[in-house]
């Protein structure tokens, strides 16, 4: 599934094993600082961001509320 989350949307970070990744698109090594940050915090150890053409932020579904809520506070000033 993964897959279609990278081609509709021109920012894909991924958290896998508990490591952020950038799989598309371009972002400022603080964001990726941010997301490791709220991923370590909350214990997430996978799952999928993205933003979409809009500039809204999405998560898979491995990304419970709660933590989805944190990276949304983080990434509101990006």
């Not at 949307?9 to 997301?35: D, E, Q, Y």
């Not at 933003?51 to 933590?67: A, D, I, Q, T």
Request: charged share 20%; glycine share 12%.
């Amino acid at each position: 599934m993964l897959w279609v989350i990278h081609l509709a949307n021109p920012l894909v970070l991924v958290i896998s094993r508990g490591s952020v990744r950038l799989v598309k698109g371009k972002a400022p090594a603080s964001l990726l600082r941010s997301v490791q940050e709220v991923a370590d915090l909350s214990g997430l150890t996978g799952g999928c961001l993205f933003k979409n053409g809009r500039g809204h932020w999405g998560f898979s579904l491995g990304v419970p509320e709660e933590v989805r809520q944190r990276f949304r506070n983080v990434l509101a000033n990006r």
